[in-house]
C-alpha cells in the first residue's frame, strides 16, 4: 500500500512557493502548508488524469502541454490554460532558438 507523503507534492516546495508571493515577515502554519500540499496535489491529479484518459482515447501513452491545456480547458478552468498556453508557446521557442543556436554555432558568419 502506497503511504500519503509518497504521492503527496514535497512540503519543503509548497512551502517554498507559499513563501514567495508572502511578505519577508509573514509566518505559514504547518497545517496551511499540509493542506495546500494536499489541494495542490489533488488539483494536478484531477488535471492530469483528464488529459491522461484524452491520451489512452488517442492511443497514445506520453501526455504533453498541449494536453495539460485541453484539460484545463475542458474542466472550466479556461483563464490557466489561457495562461499555460502562453507560457508554453513561448517555452517552446525559446527551446526551439536555443536548438538553432547550438546546431549553427556561429550564426553564420565566418569570423
Known amino acids: 500500500m502506497v503511504e500519503e507523503s509518497e504521492w503527496l507534492l514535497p512540503i519543503a516546495n509548497v512551502g517554498r512557493i507559499m513563501k514567495q508571493i508572502l511578505p519577508p515577515n509573514a509566518k505559514i502554519s504547518k497545517e496551511a502548508k499540509e493542506r495546500t500540499q494536499e489541494c495542490a496535489t489533488e488539483f494536478i491529479s484531477f488535471v492530469t ?10 492511443n497514445r501513452k506520453t ?3 498541449d494536453d495539460i491545456c485541453w484539460a484545463l480547458s475542458g474542466l472550466g478552468f479556461d483563464n490557466h490554460a489561457e495562461a499555460i498556453t502562453r507560457y508554453l508557446h513561448r517555452y517552446r521557442e525559446l527551446e526551439r532558438d536555443r536548438g538553432s543556436q547550438s546546431r549553427g554555432g556561429n550564426n553564420g558568419s565566418d569570423d
Open 63 to 65: 501526455i504533453n502541454g
Open 49 to 58: 488524469g483528464e488529459a491522461s484518459e484524452k491520451c489512452h482515447k488517442e
